[in-house]
Every structure is written in structure tokens, then in C-alpha cells.
């Protein structure tokens, strides 16, 4: 079973995914958004730079440009919009790119996810929001046909990713589990190179947890695949959730609290400093917490890169306890790791 992480396109996810071990590459498969603000072209520099220096040779990532199409052309040595200028960033870096696309994209959106697709033969990515989805759901199969028209691909070439966005609480799982039940039988009309239920559940904000104590925060996207796929008849579908960030957009701020997000099972144990001691200094007091709790994983930091640099901040041999992109990325790479693990052996996030 694949494992598709939905990542933020920063520093910190780029590096995760650049140092995966091979056993983990082989089971992921990620999409990549494009974070933008105001900046658009240093956005855009800033993507492709972190794409051609972490990422692997040979792993195919998705990317998903949102609505930057709007925005028209980028500028610089590329040509073209948003989608069209990374497609030629990446083809001179001999990386590829899967462009995805929305079910509601304008045609000239469309017209780009064509050509991008013909440049790079990956096929597509297709991104279905299913909260959104269920009034139109009788006519969302025949709209499908005259989408996948536009971008020249048959259903074969295309992943279909069901995205139910962020899902917290029981009630909020109850409620994306019909929609979600729905979009999975519609689905079966197409031959879909993949299907792929993703949901996200990681809080926006870490402010209102308590400090310097482990907090669990229970992984509703992981509770939500199983219900669907219990509830499901025959194969069940790929796992796609957004790693340990939130579905949203994220907020521009001042900077982080030094924090851990540690998946272990079906929570995350989310560490927040209590932020007594100089600049980041407090981040080896949780990375010291963690290695000596019950969370700390019996492989230790042969679980992955990111496990082994939490264990040099947790024995101060690491002159710097790094900022929100290094812990975001020692974070996520433990996640991915431990995520892909659980799929391969368990069958199940």
C-alpha cells in the first residue's frame, strides 16, 4: 500500500524527503504544495532551489500549485505560469514533476496540467475536495470525463485523491466518513491509477498546549482511513494524510516555540519548551525528555535521520538546536519513516 504524505513545500519537508532511507522511499510518494504569499517569484525560486538540492534522483513528486495560476508568469530563465515554470525547472534538473489538478480548475489551469503532463509522462494528480463534493455527487462523474478530456489523460494515468482536509474530533470524523463512504463508490465508475483517502489533523496552533510535558494528540486522519477501509468492500484505498502540519495555508508568524511532533502509533506526542533558557537552547531539554520517555522507539535513532538528530540535540552534540525548519524536518522524517513502516507490515497507518 502507498503512503501519500501531502507536505508544505518548505525547507524543512524538502530535507525530510531528501533523507529518507531507500526502504521508505520506495513507499512514498508525495505531493509537494506551493506555499505562496505576496513574494510570488521568490517563492517560486525558493521551491525550486530546495527541490533540486534535497530532492532524490528518481522520486517522482507531485506538486500542487493551488490557484497560483491566477497569478500569471513567473519570469526569470522559465517561461510561463506558475505550473509551466517549475515543469521546465525541473526537466533541466532531470527531476519529474506530476502536476495536480481540480476537478473545478479553469481551463487554462487545465490546458497547463496538459501540457505538463505530455512534458514529463507521469500522468496526474487529481484532487478531489469530498466535503465540498457531496451536493454535486450526480453529476460529479460526468464532469470528471469532460475534465480528464481537457488534460489528455485516461483515468489509468491519473490518481484520484479524496481529501477530506482537516478532521478533529469525533464529530468531525463521523461527519467526513458518508461523504468520504460516497466519493469512494463513485469512484469505482473509472479505472484510477491509484485512489487515495487523505485527511489531515494536526492542530493549526501549538499555544493553547501545556508545556514542557508531552501532550497526545490522537491522529484522526489515520482513524479516519480505517473506518472508510473497514467499511470499504475489496482493496482498500492508499493512505495520504499531511504529515505533522496542519491541512490550512500556514499563518506567517514570528517564529516558533521549540516543540516535537512525534508520531507514535495513533497519537502524536507533541513536546512544547517551557522556554527558559537562551535563544533555542530549550529544545535540547524536550529532545532530552523525549529520548528518555516511554515514546522513544525501541530501534532509537536507527528509526530515521530525523531520530538520529534529535538524539544528538538530546545529548547536546549539536552546537545548535536548530530552528522551525530543522525541527520540522526531524519531525517529518520520523513520521514518514514510521508511517511507511506501519503500511508495509501492518497494512494500516
Known amino acids: 500500500m502507498a503512503y501519500v504524505p501531502i507536505l508544505k513545500g518548505k525547507r524543512g519537508e524538502f530535507t525530510a524527503l531528501g533523507q529518507m532511507e531507500p526502504e521508505v522511499r520506495a513507499e512514498v510518494h508525495p505531493i509537494m504544495e506551493v506555499v ?39 519570469g526569470g530563465v522559465w517561461t510561463g505560469r506558475p505550473m509551466n515554470w517549475l515543469s ?12 495536480v489538478f481540480r476537478p473545478d480548475d479553469p481551463v487554462g489551469a487545465l490546458a497547463e496540467v496538459r501540457d505538463v503532463q505530455r512534458a514529463h509522462g507521469r500522468g496526474a494528480v487529481l484532487r478531489v475536495d469530498v466535503l465540498d463534493t457531496p451536493p454535486r455527487l450526480s453529476a460529479t462523474p460526468r464532469h470528471l470525463r469532460g475534465v480528464l478530456r481537457t488534460v489528455r489523460l485516461a483515468p489509468e494515468q491519473v490518481d484520484l485523491v479524496l481529501d ?19 466519493a469512494l463508490h463513485w469512484s469505482r465508475q473509472a479505472a484510477w491509477r ?25 491522529r484522526w486522519d489515520a482513524a479516519l482511513w480505517r473506518k472508510v477501509a473497514n467499511e470499504t468492500e475489496g482493496r482498500p484505498p492508499h493512505f495520504g494524510d499531511y504529515g505533522v502540519s496542519h491541512a490550512a495555508t500556514p499563518r506567517r508568524g514570528r517564529g516558533s516555540i521549540p516543540n516535537i511532533r512525534y508520531t507514535v502509533g495513533e497519537d502524536w506526542q507533541v513536546y512544547v519548551a517551557r522556554q527558559t533558557l537562551p535563544g533555542n537552547d530549550d529544545f535540547f531539554t524536550i529532545a532530552r525528555a523525549l529520548l528518555r520517555s516511554e515514546h522513544w522507539p525501541a530501534r532509537g535513532e ?5 531520530d538520529a538528530e534529535l538524539a544528538k540535540c538530546a545529548r547536546r552534540e549539536r552546537p545548535k538546536a536548530g530552528g522551525g525548519a530543522e525541527w520540522r524536518a526531524w519531525a517529518t522524517s520520523h513520521h514518514l519513516a514510521v508511517t511507511a513502516e506501519a503500511l508495509r507490515t501492518m497494512g494500516q497507518p
Open 302 to 306: 536507527a528509526t530515521s535521520w530525523g
Open 88 to 99: 521546465e525547472a525541473f526537466g533541466a534538473w532531470l527531476l519529474s514533476l506530476i502536476p
Open 36 to 74: 505562496h504569499d505576496e513574494r510570488l517569484r521568490d517563492v517560486m525560486e525558493t521551491f525550486r532551489k530546495n527541490a533540486w538540492n534535497q530532492l532524490p534522483k528518481g522520486l517522482d513528486i507531485a506538486v500542487d500549485c493551488g490557484d497560483l495560476w491566477h497569478h500569471g508568469e513567473i
Open 194 to 218: 491509484n485512489v487515495v483517502v487523505a485527511a489531515g489533523a494536526f492542530p493549526r496552533s501549538l499555544r493553547k498546549l501545556a508545556r514542557g510535558i508531552p501532550q497526545r494528540v490522537r
Open 164 to 182: 477530506a482536509g482537516h478532521v478533529a474530533g469525533d464529530a468531525a470524523l463521523a461527519g467526513a466518513v458518508p461523504p468520504m463512504l460516497d
